[in-house]
């Protein structure tokens, strides 16, 4: 059987959800109820899947009909879901509004990632990214947020993905999570509570496109992995491709990942570099990258770019990967390259739109962006 698509609900009542320890333990306190229950509802929520008060066994009858009446536990309602040849999967949720989010599993031989979605869209315009081309629409919340992960681990529980476990989180999705701090925040509680999801803080990792004051917000709290995305050594080439960079420039945002590892006891952060053939993949550039990683507690990822309808942009080849690589490496960098999966379904890397878009749509989509982009250069 596989696990049921969930009905969309009114939205009237309380969705717990997205609620963390300390907000569980503040509603059920409002209900004049003992904090204890917020740990009983974690673990049903969370560890058991349960979304029907009435399957909560150990609360009384009495609380059950009560909770029925003020709240409820409202999973995503899941739109399509695709298979790519490789394992991965990706699923379209629907979100309030009527808006669509994507959410990607890559399984591995030791380990699943579930790649998760912060924001409905992007407003980063980063020009090599797909999510960019449909614009910023709105900031998901915690219950959206987290709901990816208990959807997905639900799902993948079943016989028909043969019992997959999550033991991997990684923000990577749509959107900027840096820029929604307020509801990611309480969805890492949950990822990182054991009454939740449990999950150590090596395997939570924040990918940001370099929002200075939210990695020195992350840096003050709970240790999580940080995800950097650089795809160019200096400030010139990296505004073209990033333009928030215009906003925060290199020199602020390496002084960020210092005082970040300088925190999180010198843990490393991990750099991404999308490859784009031609555009960032020189050597000269390889040595820039590693000049401005010199001293850093760090590893490099190259990433392949991921080419999508109507992009002007094609992946490095392999040779130029791999010279690169050599380069950073000499010196001392961990580098990995990360291998493209799902590309069959649009689930790599900055191919997730969260639209029922036909290629033709999407070429059209970019174009206009493309157009946009040469109009404010
Ligand atoms: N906003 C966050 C997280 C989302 S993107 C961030 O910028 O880090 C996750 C990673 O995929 C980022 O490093 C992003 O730059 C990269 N990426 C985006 N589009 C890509 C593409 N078409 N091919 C390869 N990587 C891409």
Redesign the pocket.
Known sequence: MPFPIVPEAPDLKSNLLGLDRAGLEAFFSALGEKPYRARQLLQWIHQRGVSDFARMTDLSGKLRERLQTVAEIRPPRVIREQISSDGTVKWLLSERGGSAIETVFIPEENRGTLCISSQVG?M?N?T????ATQGFKRNLDASEIIGQVWYAVNALADERFGQRRVTNVV???????LLNLSAVKPALGLLRDDLAYGLASRRVTI???GVIPGIDDLAEGEEFAL???L?APDDELRSRLVPLNRKYPLADLMAACKRFTGRHHRRSITF?Y?MIDGVNDERRLARGVVRLLNGLPCKLNL??????PGTPFRPSSDEAIYEFQKVTRAAGIITTVRKTRGDDIDA????LVGKLLSPSERRRVVQEQLARQAVNA
């Open positions: 992007c980063l980063c090599f990214c797909s999510t923000f990577m999705g749509m959107g900027e999570p990918s940001t496109a995800a950097v995305s795809h991404e999308t990433i392949p770019f991921n080419p999508f790599a890397c900055g191919q």
